[in-house]
């Protein structure tokens, strides 16, 4: 037996190899020269017999073709639901190695494109409230985290536009209704008294478009010499998450006041894998989980892929939209996030733990025996919280090792590990 391997292996493998190792039979009945051949294709014909002709493996009594333990190689060429078999050394190897049994589970799964996420606000609910017209801020009336109702009044601002376009439209109110007095009196023509109607129309339409209403501008005109304000007013309901504006500043138009934000909804940028775009498509359900909210999952839909791949990163960038109705998501937020591809709801699903992987196949065992496992290649489907789906291989009622399923791979694998049969 070559233990010089043993101390490679990892520390359970290393207990499974021992445990394995010292109830091989054929360290016990073969001589160091009696011609055992351990080639890559399994046992010399010493080894082996015929049983109602098949040539069965004469130490671990199965068939020789399906023997694991002496042709381990065999199992890189199996199909989904084509198997093996694993003799144990002796009917109390399970219980020394620990291994536990359970018939898969019936339940839910998805299969989801994983990646990362950045939240975001939502675009289309976010603005910047900027000054109208150049003047002088003479009233501040909110605060970073004041909640606003559309057109609520924000802030004020003195112009000397404004004052100006005040004093047209008070001067043209004010000829339009002396020259009503005059052409009913017969005195002025009726082509004057259109052009001050429409001098007036102008004057109005100027403060209209700088927010005052009809009413305002009767005011005023009423008023001529109250100092005039325009009033900047927020577009929708929402927070104030920026502020620019201070009292008494002088601001030229166009310049920001504050970000104005409706947390309603926020967005998250997806770092799509390049590998998973052909199943991923706008529409699709996103599960969105922060590292700050354990246990809370959002969910929301994709609503855009960007066309075009980072060159670095290999990735695209995608985007999909949540509620956020209490406001648990912030900006800035990292998050990891689940693009659901495929539900299945009656999925048989099986602990991670009872996946192996040989020869580049996903395996399970079933056992079949005290000391015997069948080892079966199986295709996998969704995996997710520590389950993965299968979706051909097996049966429902298969009883498979869900615990310390690497110590009956090692028992397949005793040759590669160096302690395969008598004198090697």
Request: a neutral charge.
């Amino acid at each position: 037996m070559k233990t010089n391997m043993i101390p490679k292996l990892p520390a359970l493998a290393s207990v499974v190899a021992v445990a394995l190792f010292a109830g091989c039979k054929k360290q016990e009945s073969h001589s160091e020269h009696d011609g055992h051949d351990h080639g890559p294709g399994g046992h010399g014909m010493a080894h082996t017999e015929t049983k109602d002709g098949v040539v069965m493996c004469a130490e671990h009594g199965v068939p020789e073709a399906q023997c694991a333990v002496c042709n381990p190689d065999l199992a890189a060429t199996l199909k989904p639901g084509q198997s093996m078999k694993i003799r144990l050394p002796s009917t109390n190897s399970l219980g020394i190695i620990g291994v536990q049994t359970a018939t898969p589970e019936t339940g839910p799964i998805a299969d989801a494109v994983e990646c990362v996420a950045e939240v975001s606000f939502n675009q289309n609910k976010l603005a910047q409230i900027a000054a109208p017209v150049s003047g002088i801020i003479q009233a501040v009336d909110v605060d970073l985290g004041s909640k606003v109702e559309e057109k609520q009044t924000v802030a004020k601002i003195w112009s000397a536009s404004i004052a100006e376009a005040v004093a047209r439209a008070v001067l043209s109110h004010q000829t339009l209704d002396r020259e009503r007095k005059l052409r009913e009196q017969r005195v002025t023509s009726e082509q004057a008294l259109q052009e001050a109607e429409a001098g007036h129309r102008a004057a109005c339409q100027q403060l209209r478009t700088l927010g005052f209403t009809e009413e305002q501008i009767d005011e005023m005109g009423h008023k001529p010499q109250e100092q005039v304000l325009m009033e900047v007013r927020a577009p929708f309901a929402g927070e104030i998450v920026e502020r620019m504006a201070v009292r008494g500043a002088l601001v030229e138009i166009g310049k920001p006041l504050f970000t104005l934000v409706d947390h309603s909804t926020v967005w998250a940028m997806l770092q799509v894998p390049e590998t998973t775009l052909a199943r991923v498509k706008v529409g699709q359900t996103v599960e969105l989980r922060v590292d700050s909210l354990p246990g809370k999952i959002f969910t929301g839909k994709l609503t855009w892929i960007k066309p075009a791949v980072d060159e670095r990163t290999r990735m695209a960038q995608a985007r999909a939209e949540f509620a956020n109705p209490d406001c648990l998501l912030k900006d800035k937020m990292f998050a990891t996030a689940r693009i659901l591809i495929r539900q299945a709801e009656g999925a048989m699903l099986v602990p991670r733990s009872a996946i192996q992987h040989v020869g580049g196949k996903p395996f399970v065992f079933v056992k079949q025996g005290e000391d015997l496992f069948d080892a079966r290649v199986v295709q996998l489907g969704a995996k997710y919280g520590g389950r993965m789906e299968i979706l051909a291989g097996l049966k429902p009622e298969d009883p498979i090792a869900v615990s310390h399923a690497f110590a009956v791979k090692s028992a397949m694998l005793m040759s590669r590990l160096g302690a395969g049969c008598a004198d090697d």
